[in-house]
């Protein structure tokens, strides 16, 4: 599975960006999508996540702000962050679980995509 990010960029406090992950390749279906973000310094964290059937989960840490969305026509993924703050400025990576043949799953990950929130 291919995934390419998009939609990262500069933005003042307050502002709103929307990212996007498009997977493509061999698979049977995507089932869970997720975001996660890396800080310089920082490990990589989760910051929203949504399974097949739309069900969504976000950190403490965006909660209110962001909003996952998923396209399944078009197997994709969106991150809409909204009230950005300096301390969102990270590189967003998008994660893919799809399911393979044989019963089995797989794991990718995207480029990453950065994103910079100024004061």
């Known amino acids: 599975v291919q995934l390419v990010e998009s939609g990262g960029g500069l933005v003042q406090a307050g502002g709103s960006l929307r990212l996007s992950c498009a997977a493509s390749g061999s698979f049977f279906s995507i089932k869970v999508m997720d975001w996660y973000r890396q800080a310089p310094g920082k490990q990589r964290e989760l910051v929203a996540t949504?399974?097949?059937?739309?069900?969504?989960n976000y950190a403490d840490s965006v909660k209110g702000r962001f909003t996952i969305s998923r396209d399944n026509a078009k197997n994709t993924v969106y991150l809409q962050m909204n009230s950005l703050k300096p301390e969102d400025t990270a590189v967003y990576y998008c994660?893919?679980?799809?399911?393979?043949?044989?019963?089995?799953?797989?794991?990718?990950w995207g480029q990453g995509t950065q994103v910079t929130v100024s004061s």
């Open positions: 994660r893919v679980t799809a399911a393979q043949a044989m019963g089995l799953t797989s794991l990718s």
């Open positions: 949504i399974s097949s059937d739309s069900t969504t």
